[in-house]
């Protein structure tokens, strides 16, 4: 078993925003996204295999840059790309959304993201892995809970509740 141990929960979820953002800039020179931070000062740390779910907060983040990028190629002029992240400490339980402004997830596919192979992406862009292992780290490795909520034309919001 993987070991586990408190970390700060700010302080974590700032990291991968920077690793996500500045990997995605290095792979795509013309990205550019505005990041929301919207962080509950009073999250403190949560126990957590921290490398694990640093490759969750990845996926969800490269995910969401990904889905504003694209969706920056057929909106208006006055799309602006937007991903907003929020910490949210909420009785004995941490939220950790997800949130961006694209395109939505239809609902014929929001029941298939956490499947295996799954992708909605260009061939060679996705693996279909990223969301189903995410789930799998969430739900069996941290016994937590990874939803989705979205309406196609309005965005996606992916959270990450996690027991204190």
Known sequence: MTERYPIDINAF?????GL?????????PDFD????????EAAGNVIMTPHEMGRVLVNLLNNAFYAVHEH????????????TVRTKRVDSRMEISVIDNGPGIPDGVKDK???PLFTTKPA??????GLSLAFEVVTH???A???????????????VTLPV
């Open 13 to 17: 979820v700032e990291e991968y925003i």
């Open 20 to 28: 996500s953002y500045h990997g995605m800039k290095a792979q795509t």
């Open 33 to 40: 996204a505005s990041v929301v931070r919207d962080f509950d």
């Open 72 to 83: 920056r190629k057929s909106a208006g002029a006055d799309y602006s790309p937007t991903v």
């Open 113 to 115: 993201i956490f499947q």
């Open 124 to 129: 060679g862009s996705g693996t279909g892995l």
């Open 141 to 143: 490795g941290h016994n």
């Open 145 to 159: 809970r990874l939803e989705v909520d979205s309406r196609e034309g309005e965005g996606a919001q992916f959270v």
